[in-house]
């Protein structure tokens, strides 16, 4: 089975932009959540995806949105970009329900100029 | 709030040696404890994961030690290779959004040498 897959890799863009990252769960996978990653913060939880409607929203502000399609990808969308927003956007897939396995995509470096 | 605590930010250890890493949490609603390695360029892979119904977990060198009462669990890696080098996180979820959400630690990372 492919992985998860993201694209681009990497993206580079200038403040006010806005930018979308695109992702492409294992195949079965209806569960898509994306993460974004700084040195500073780490690990945080953006949204959540499953049947294409987001069940779950992390603590970021509104320039951050996300979508599912009905083929079960997900694209995640950045307005007015800020220098703050250059971090590693990560991508996981999952098969909704209890002890599911994660399984995290090779992530999007994004950077804000 | 961070809402899982992870220590330490780095370690080094011999080969053969055993590293530990400790995580502690506030949320008393989470449920379901996993540990990722990631390497430099990939994204996090789940080694281990384990619910607070008991008290250690082990597979292969990987051991997850719980303590529901401290509401602390730490990540145990016997016999540690030089392969084993890499950045670990915790992380933590809750029932009702079928444990995709996830709680991270700021990670640790790890260096064994050789």
């Known amino acids: 089975k492919a992985g998860v897959t993201q694209t681009p890799r990497y993206l580079i863009k200038t403040r006010g932009q806005q930018v979308t990252l695109s992702c492409s769960p294992i195949?079965?996978?209806?569960?898509v959540s994306w993460y974004q990653q700084t040195p500073g913060q780490g690990l945080q939880f953006l949204f959540e995806?499953?049947?294409?409607?987001?069940?779950n929203k992390g603590n970021f502000p509104g320039r951050f949105s996300g979508r599912q399609f009905s083929n079960s990808r997900s694209e995640m969308n950045v307005s007015t970009l800020e220098l703050g927003d250059s971090a590693l956007y990560l991508c996981?897939?999952?098969?909704?329900?209890?002890?599911?396995?994660?399984?995290f995509g090779p992530g999007t470096r994004l950077t804000v100029l | 709030q961070q809402q899982v605590k992870q220590s330490p930010q780095s370690l080094i250890v011999q080969k053969g040696g055993i590293s530990i890493i400790n995580c502690a949490y506030e949320?008393?609603?989470?449920?379901?404890f996993p540990w990722y390695q990631q390497f430099p360029g990939k994204g996090p892979a789940l080694l281990i994961a384990?619910?607070?119904?008991?008290s250690e977990k082990k597979e292969g060198r990987f051991t997850i030690s719980f303590n529901k009462s401290a509401k602390q669990f730490s990540l145990h890696i016997m016999d540690s290779q030089p392969g084993d080098s890499a950045t670990y996180f915790c992380?933590?979820?809750?029932?009702?959004?079928?444990?995709?959400?996830?709680?991270f630690g700021k990670g640790t990372m790890l260096l064994v040498s050789p």
């Open positions: 995806y499953f049947s294409e409607t987001q069940r």
């Open positions: 949320n008393t609603a989470f449920d379901y």
């Open positions: 996981a897939s999952s098969l909704f329900g209890q002890d599911n396995e994660q399984f």
């Open positions: 384990i619910r607070p119904d008991v």
């Open positions: 992380a933590a979820s809750k029932p009702g959004s079928g444990y995709s959400t996830l709680t």
């Open positions: 195949s079965g996978h209806r569960s």
